[in-house]
């Protein structure tokens, strides 16, 4: 989409083409040369190399640190230091003008050529330099080093040059004419292709493409293209031995170097009307992009026929130049033949938080935006000082931070108040917000203070967790209104009470916990633990259940934030978001139940899940909806009834609709199992049950949950359960009597020396009642009766 890209630096430089180049790999600054400028991304000049001459050639070092420059009235090679922000020279020894430098992209070698074919190796690491004399016979015009060191140099005697990082020639061949634009790439010669960049490839004479494979240096191969494309401007190697090319007369090209279908033409699209200046690539987006006449245009390239975006520059008038993307895909740069230099943020970090029905995230390199769609707020664009690498939020506040600091603004109905920034103890991890506190992540601690009130209660301001002689090292952490919990790498839960900062709970897991999920009211907690498995935690009773279905992949939990259905939630990994119910009140006790899985769209990042809607945060800086399959009863009444998922008035409603018999009986089921009596006779009674009505009727208003369970497994015909759950309640002879009921004789006599040692127990004599149990060879007998002797403590 156009609107994706959004215009964040424009300089310019009247009169005259220009040259530039992206840090490598960080992409925080790009030099621009004249005399050479360095601005950081968003502009701001960070530096000036004097130069005593024009600039001929400047490149990074491939960890983006060292920018080496040299100009045409000198033999120094100045080096700026990107962490110091200082400027150095080496003296490269060379007396006639250098032409070309070129960093390595597997280690500090730098080389160096001149107009007069002579080259210097130097090794940024050691100092040592490798002067080459007579590397060629005239001007070094290109070259490139392969992931192995080995380094291709092409001349205007019309030769290139393959030599080791000792500057020893290992490969040399002739081409017609000027080579340019030599690149190390894979050619897919044949299905056993060679291991590292083997084959050199060389525009010649903007005309055609040279193929030189080093295992191979007598059978080159020359590719002729159609004249009407023009002459070769530029072209890049991508994916699995393919070359995009871009011509003069506006044409996108694509070929293939595999064997069998090297020389035809993949793709083929004319992009600009009267001219291309240059085409791009990024592997990181999978994305090409060219130029030409006065727009961009952008495609996928898995799907190169669909056009991803165009970006019309109306005032450029005289024509773009030079494009080229930064390492992580996140900003492209275009150069015009005016002089000027545009750069279009292309992607940007999915950073997003979301408290209730509030979410902020990242629109901007410089701009977070806060909405409530739910509630109808209006959204709010929060200007902040540095590019985040967390966003939190809170009922009234956004927290934004980079490393060990964050900026803290209030959300009022006057619009947004910057607060304060403040410095931790180590790099932020991540940060929770509620009404009042903000809790910081880092280094295994939590901090938690207060956002608003300094001076007010001083000894209220901040507290440091795990405190006084614990040595836990937390991992994560979660914040309601009330409650602030942490998890830790040796499988402690902790639940703080925010309002006394006194700890209400702890929870020992067997292994390590990754991450931890509270629901708003933070009575139920879900967390992932080191072996990638999923639980269901009650924090008031350490009672907790393993989630079903949970895949290893999964990378975060949302609990649903519609107030009518709080028992649901969902885990999500890259590709998916699955469904759960937690039941907290069915016949076989508290309950997670798998539903169903939702596919999600590429690169979407869940934030919020209302009423069975995800909210998505996207690359573009905005968000999109996503509605969940689990929930499709909402809109489509012809559904399948899951009934035990849903709001009991919507399934209700549903089953009203649909109108046959097992839509009634599921949900009759449904209740049954979630102990709803009274609104399993209203089912059962639309459904004309006649004597599931009339046993329902008959057990209403039984107060011991035992009880009452145990007769509703028996009606739904789970004799076993039933059995159990009546021994556990205070009537367990209607175990006996169910069992006679049946006829089930073999169960009963078991069942009666059961009852009996049980009742022994109960009725207070307990040495013989422990004799009998002890006697007996049922190891399930033995438990029942210490649990009761527990309990009778």
């Known amino acids: 989409m156009i609107s994706s890209l959004s215009l964040s630096l424009s300089l310019s430089w009247l009169g005259s083409c220009l040259q530039y180049k992206w840090q490598k790999t960080l992409g925080n600054y790009i030099a621009v040369a004249g005399s050479v400028k360095i601005f950081d991304r968003h502009g701001q000049r960070k530096n000036e190399l004097n130069l005593p001459g024009r600039c001929v050639g400047m490149d990074w070092d491939k960890d983006g640190d060292i920018l080496a420059v040299i100009s045409d009235k000198s033999s120094s090679v100045y080096l700026w230091d990107a962490n110091v922000n200082k400027t150095s020279q080496i003296d490269s020894g060379m007396r006639d003008q250098m032409s070309f430098i070129l960093w390595s992209k597997a280690g500090p070698l730098l080389a160096v050529g001149t107009n007069k074919g002579n080259l210097l190796i130097y090794n940024q690491q050691t100092s040592r330099k490798i002067p080459v004399l007579g590397k060629h016979t005239k001007r070094i015009t290109c070259g490139c080093w392969s992931s192995q060191n080995l380094l291709a140099l092409g001349s205007e005697d019309c030769s290139v040059t393959i030599s080791?990082?000792?500057?020893?020639?290992?490969?040399?061949?002739?081409?017609?004419?000027?080579?340019?634009?030599?690149?190390?790439?894979?050619?897919?010669?044949?299905?056993?292709?060679?291991?590292?960049?083997?084959?050199?490839?060389?525009?010649?004479?903007?005309?055609?493409?040279?193929?030189?494979?080093?295992?191979?240096?007598?059978?080159p191969i020359e590719l002729a293209f159609q004249q009407r494309y023009g002459h070769i401007i530029s072209y890049r190697w991508y994916g699995d031995g393919y070359i995009l090319i871009g011509f003069s007369?506006?044409?996108?090209?694509?070929?293939?170097?595999?064997?069998?279908?090297?020389?035809?033409?993949?793709?083929?699209?004319?992009?600009?009307?009267?001219?291309?200046?240059?085409?791009?690539?990024?592997?990181?987006?999978?994305?090409?992009?060219?130029?030409?006449?006065?727009?961009?245009?952008?495609?996928?390239?898995?799907?190169?026929?669909?056009?991803?975006?165009?970006?019309?520059?109306?005032?450029?008038?005289?024509?773009?130049?030079?494009?080229?993307?930064?390492?992580?895909?996140?900003?492209?740069?275009?150069?015009?033949?005016?002089?000027?230099?545009?750069?279009?943020?292309?992607?940007?970090?999915?950073?997003g938080?979301?408290?209730?029905?509030?979410?902020?995230?990242?629109?901007?390199?410089?701009?977070?935006?806060?909405?409530?769609?739910?509630?109808?707020?209006?959204?709010?664009?929060?200007?902040?000082?540095?590019?985040?690498?967390?966003?939190?939020?809170?009922?009234?506040?956004?927290?934004?931070?980079?490393?060990?600091?964050?900026?803290?603004?209030?959300?009022?109905?006057?619009?947004?108040?910057?607060?304060?920034?403040?410095?931790?103890?180590?790099?932020?991890?991540?940060?929770?917000?509620?009404?009042?506190?903000?809790?910081?992540?880092?280094e295994g601690k939590v901090q938690l203070h207060m956002m608003e009130g300094e001076g007010q209660h001083e000894q209220?301001?901040?507290?440091?967790?795990?405190?006084?002689?614990?040595?836990?090292?937390?991992?994560?952490?979660?914040?309601?209104?009330?409650?602030?919990?942490?998890?830790?790498?040796?499988?402690?839960?902790?639940?703080?009470?925010?309002?006394?900062?006194?700890?209400?709970?702890?929870?020992?897991?067997?292994?390590?916990?990754?991450?931890?999920?509270?629901?708003?009211?933070g009575t139920r907690l879900a967390f992932i633990d080191d072996k990638s498995d999923g639980f269901l935690l009650s924090p008031v009773n350490d009672s907790h259940v393993e989630i079903p279905s949970f895949s290893p992949t999964i990378t975060g939990v949302l609990w649903e934030t519609w107030p009518s259905d709080k028992g649901v939630f969902v885990s999500f990994d890259d590709d998916k978001v699955y469904t759960y119910a937690m039941h907290k009140n069915t016949i076989y006790g508290p309950r997670v139940v798998f539903v169903g899985s939702t596919k999600l769209p590429f690169s979407h990042k869940p934030l919020l899940l209302y009423n069975g809607e995800l909210t998505c945060q996207t690359q573009s800086g905005k968000t999109s909806s996503v509605a969940l399959s689990t929930h499709t009863f909402l809109t489509h009444t012809h559904s399948p009834v899951h009934t035990h998922t849903h709001l009991r008035s919507s399934a209700w409603e549903l089953c009203k609709v649909l109108g046959g018999p097992a839509g009634w009986a599921e949900m009759g089921r449904s209740c049954l199992i979630h102990m709803e009596v009274e609104l399993a006779v209203r089912v059962f009674r639309m459904s004309g049950n006649v004597g599931?009505?009339?046993?329902?009727?008959?057990?209403?208003?039984?107060?011991?949950?035992?009880?009452?369970?145990?007769?509703?497994?028996?009606?739904?015909?789970?004799?076993?359960?039933?059995?159990?759950?009546?021994?556990?309640?205070?009537?367990?002879?209607?175990?006996?009597?169910?069992?006679?009921?049946?006829?089930?004789?073999?169960n009963t006599h078991t069942h009666t020396h059961t009852h009996t040692h049980i009742m022994s127990i109960r009725m207070g004599d307990i040495r013989r009642g422990a004799a009998q149990a002890i006697s007996h060879p049922s190891r399930g007998l033995k438990k029942d009766c210490g649990v009761i002797l527990e309990n009778m403590k």
């Open 692 to 746: 599931m009505v009339m046993s329902l009727q008959g057990i209403k208003g039984i107060e011991d949950r035992s009880l009452l369970a145990g007769h509703l497994a028996m009606f739904l015909n789970d004799y076993n359960l039933a059995q159990d759950l009546y021994l556990e309640s205070s009537c367990p002879n209607t175990a006996l009597e169910m069992r006679r009921d049946l006829q089930h004789w073999d």
């Open 249 to 351: 007369q506006g044409y996108f090209v694509v070929i293939s170097t595999h064997i069998r279908e090297i020389g035809q033409e993949l793709f083929q699209a004319h992009n600009h009307k009267d001219s291309l200046t240059s085409v791009a690539i990024s592997s990181a987006l999978n994305k090409a992009a060219s130029c030409g006449d006065n727009s961009i245009k952008i495609h996928d390239l898995s799907e190169l026929k669909e056009m991803d975006a165009i970006v019309n520059l109306e005032d450029e008038t005289q024509g773009l130049d030079q494009l080229s993307w930064t390492d992580d895909g996140q900003l492209l740069a275009v150069s015009t033949q005016r002089g000027a230099l545009h750069v279009f943020l292309t992607r940007l970090p999915i950073l």
């Open 460 to 521: 209220r301001q901040t507290r440091l967790f795990p405190d006084g002689d614990r040595k836990e090292h937390i991992v994560s952490h979660a914040l309601t209104n009330d409650f602030l919990f942490y998890g830790t790498d040796s499988g402690v839960i902790v639940c703080i009470l925010v309002e006394d900062w006194q700890m209400l709970n702890e929870y020992r897991h067997p292994v390590g916990i990754k991450k931890v999920f509270p629901d708003p009211n």
């Open 164 to 219: 080791n990082q000792e500057g020893d020639t290992v490969r040399q061949t002739s081409v017609r004419s000027d080579p340019a634009d030599v690149q190390f790439s894979v050619m897919k010669t044949d299905e056993r292709s060679s291991p590292g960049e083997s084959t050199v490839s060389v525009a010649v004479g903007k005309k055609t493409l040279f193929l030189f494979n080093l295992n191979d240096p007598d059978n």
């Open 353 to 442: 938080h979301s408290c209730g029905t509030r979410l902020a995230y990242l629109t901007s390199l410089l701009e977070v935006t806060v909405s409530n769609r739910v509630e109808g707020e209006a959204p709010v664009a929060v200007a902040v000082e540095v590019e985040p690498n967390f966003i939190a939020v809170g009922p009234y506040h956004v927290a934004v931070g980079m490393n060990n600091r964050a900026w803290f603004y209030a959300l009022g109905d006057s619009g947004v108040e910057r607060l304060k920034d403040m410095e931790y103890l180590g790099t932020i991890a991540t940060m929770c917000l509620n009404s009042e506190y903000a809790a910081a992540l880092f």
